[in-house]
């Protein structure tokens, strides 16, 4: 008699099936639909969303810390200022998506940031003042102001920094420590 294996419905209980080591586990455990505090964090959240946009989001955890040693340690002030020679080193790296419309999104984006912290202070106050909002009003704001932010980007950019909910099912263990 065959033994039937149910599908996982959700992120939850696809993670609890894999060893404490792996990618999609730590980052479950560790940093999905925690609050981020750091406008760099924040922004690098960003970033590896709209890197995914394609691709499986275990490349983009395998690749998390080249991301983040490419883009200056996510340091929004210093990609709002690369340069052509930035860029062109991001699109050599082969530890990272070499995407050029990904590459240059991140540098707008950035720039968009700073100019958002001088009006608001920080990007955490400017997502906190629109907070909350539905999803379609976040995706309209995302769109007139970033680029590459579509519906799914900014949905996951959300649920994963924890401005929307649906990280984590009510009987997750790491439910209940997002909420603390």
């Known amino acids: 008699m065959a033994v ?13 099936q894999l060893e404490e080591s792996n990618v999609h586990r730590v980052y479950h455990d560790t940093q999905y639909g925690f609050p981020i505090d750091s406008d760099n964090e924040l922004f ?17 955890l395998n ?16 990609i709002a200022n690369y340069t052509e020679e930035d860029r062109q080193r991001l699109l050599s790296d082969a ?3 070499r995407n050029k419309l990904k590459v240059n ?4 984006n950035a720039q968009q940031i700073v100019d958002v912290q001088k009006e608001f202070g920080s990007f955490k106050s400017w997502l906190d003042t629109h907070h ?24 996951e950019f959300l649920i994963s920094s924890g401005y929307l909910q649906g990280a984590h099912i009510g009987q997750c263990q790491i439910h209940r420590k997002v909420i603390q």
């Not at 039937?4 to 609890?16: A, D, G, I, L, Q």
């Not at 690098?44 to 983009?60: D, P, Y």
């Not at 690749?63 to 210093?78: L, P, V």
């Not at 999104?105 to 707008?108: G, T």
């Open 4 to 16: 039937s294996k149910k599908k996982p419905t959700s992120y939850c209980e696809f993670v609890e």
């Open 44 to 60: 690098g959240r960003l970033l590896l969303e709209i890197n995914q946009a394609g691709l499986s989001w275990t490349t983009i």
């Open 63 to 78: 690749k998390q810390e080249n991301f983040r040693k490419a883009y200056s340690a996510f340091n929004i002030k210093k």
């Open 95 to 97: 530890g990272i998506i």
């Open 105 to 108: 999104a991140a540098i707008h």
């Open 132 to 155: 909350p909002m539905v999803l379609e009003d976040w995706v309209k704001l995302f769109k007139a102001t970033f680029t590459f932010t579509g519906g799914e980007i900014t949905k």
